[in-house]
């Protein structure tokens, strides 16, 4: 059974950094290109930044410079460090393999910007 439990977000003001994990279990993980997404109210789902099994990585132009993802295949877990955090960054965030996704998603978890 596929399962994605996301976990680290929460209230920062601007300026802000928070770390987001995702932990992916009844996949073989090490086999794809996993990414994180963000759903803002009234919104479509958008791709944050995914990463390939060999380390490539693509962002979206809205969070070039300022997120990092990264993956430890080990620990089935993908990471997004998120720096100079904004209001607009604002949104529901999930993993699931990229770029569409796999029919199942998880919780999510809630980053609010705001002071």
């Known amino acids: 059974q596929v399962q994605f439990v996301e976990s680290g977000g929460g209230l920062v003001q601007p300026g802000g950094s928070l770390r987001l994990s995702c932990a992916a279990s009844?996949?073989?993980?090490?086999?794809?290109?996993m990414g994180w997404f963000r759903q803002a109210p009234g919104k479509q789902r958008e791709l944050v930044a995914s990463?390939?099994?060999?380390?490539?990585?693509i962002y979206a132009d809205s969070v070039k410079g300022r997120f990092t993802i990264s993956r430890d295949n080990a620990k089935n877990t993908v990471y997004l460090q998120m720096n100079s955090l904004k209001p607009d960054d604002t949104a529901h965030y999930y993993c699931?393999?990229?770029?569409?996704?796999?029919?199942?998603w998880g919780q999510g978890t809630q980053v609010t910007v705001s002071s």
């Open positions: 699931n393999t990229s770029p569409g996704g796999l029919p199942t």
């Open positions: 009844g996949i073989r993980f090490s086999f794809y290109v």
């Open positions: 990463i390939t099994t060999g380390g490539s990585i």
